[in-house]
């Protein structure tokens, strides 16, 4: 898969997919993430994005005519699956569109910052709008970092175990049961017989078991 991201401020981009999982996957030659400048794209001579609002509202708008030339220019060299969109108003992205991501070829995403980007761009190029949660960041990036890595990690052979995966929190509307490493007793404090058991059916039932019961607790709208 190729993600190529659209943005004023790459520097913010640079570390998020050089470590772990996402190093690996970039090193598997299954995920390449290309990071733009959109200052290359730029007007005149200070390399202008952005411009004031019609209709006299505080806030920089960016302008069409450098990111449409900028994704006009990444379609010339590939077909894309999406341009995505990372913006507060978007659809709340889940587990269950990473998965569906995660199977396309070729994705743009594209960050907004300052009061947000001309709407005919998402008319006219945006084919999907995505946001991280109800609150507002200063800019897209670390929301595309955060659905970038989602996505990646889901990317068919980027995990060794490939069972991991789908035993993630969320994967099947479920959170995940607790996890323990040795010792087996720290200080009295134990851990559950059931995983200490050798027996692969009870540990089995005890996960299943406290993922319902964590999911009950914590989160009974999955539930629903
Ligand atoms: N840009 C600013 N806030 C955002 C959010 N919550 N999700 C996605 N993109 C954003």
Redesign the pocket.
Known sequence: MQIDIITVVPDLLQSPFQHSIMKRAADKGLLQVNVINLRNYGLGNYKQVDDYAFGGEAGMVMMIEPIAACINDLKAQRNYDEVI????D?NT?NQKMANQLSLKENLIVL??HYKGIDERLRQHFVTME???????????E???A??VDAIGRLIPGVLNDESSALMDSFQDDLLSHPVYTRPADYNGWKVPAELLSGNPKIIQQWKEEQSLKRTEERRPDLLQ
């Open positions: 969109f990372l913006t507060p978007g992205f960050c907004g995505i946001s991280i949660g109800d609150y507002v960041l200063s800019g897209g670390l929301a595309a955060v659905v």
